[in-house]
Every structure is written in structure tokens, then in C-alpha cells.
Nanobody, 115 residues
């Protein structure tokens, strides 16, 4: 059975940085496209950005500049580096691993930015 697990969330002060990880495992699954999303309290889930197998990335306009997505294909893992964090970045961050028609979500990791 395939699992996708995020880690690295936590509490950080305004201006701080965090790096989230997302690892897919099980049944020989390796993802093609990976995506990071977030959902703030009372808001809809929104896209942070995507990364392809080759490492090409695209970001939502509001996420450009402070967020960087990368991946390590040898570990079947993708990362979300966040810097200069603000209280508005407080949310549950989710990753999604896609291979063909199969898309698997992680359970999410909480990021809280204190003012």
C-alpha cells in the first residue's frame, strides 16, 4: 500500500524558516509530479507549487519568492523550503504525489507562525 507522509512542520517566529519533507513509499511507487498545498483555518486548500520528475517547478503567484520546492528522486522525497515566514503562512501543509492517474495525498503537517 502506498503512503505519502509529510514532516518538518512546527512553530516558528515571524521571519523564520522551515523545510518540509514529503516521502512516498510502498508497492514500488515513485511519483512523477509532486505538489505542495496548504489550508489555512477557515479557508480553502490552495496550491503552493508543483515539481516534475525532472525538477522543473511552478508556483502560485502569491507563493513566488519565499517558497522553493525541490526533490530527491533517489529518496522518492520532495521538499518545501519556506523562508521569511509570516503569520498568514500559518496552515496545514499537504503534499500530493502523482503517478499517471494515481494521486495520493499526505495527512498534512501543521505550520504555525507566531507574530
Amino acid at each position: 500500500q502506498v503512503q505519502v507522509v509529510e514532516s518538518g512542520g512546527g512553530l516558528v517566529q515571524t521571519g523564520g524558516s522551515l523545510r518540509l519533507s514529503c516521502t512516498a513509499s510502498g508497492s514500488g511507487f515513485s511519483f512523477d509530479v509532486g505538489g505542495w498545498y496548504r489550508q489555512a483555518p477557515g479557508k480553502q486548500r490552495e496550491l503552493v507549487g508543483l515539481i516534475t520528475t525532472s525538477g522543473a517547478t511552478t508556483y502560485a503567484d502569491s507563493m513566488k519568492g519565499r517558497f522553493t520546492i525541490s526533490r530527491d528522486n533517489t529518496k522518492n522525497t520532495m521538499y518545501l523550503q519556506m523562508r521569511d515566514l509570516k503569520p498568514d503562512d500559518t496552515a496545514i501543509y499537504y503534499c500530493k504525489a502523482v503517478r499517471g492517474l494515481q494521486a495520493i495525498w499526505g495527512q498534512g503537517t501543521q505550520v504555525t507562525v507566531s507574530s
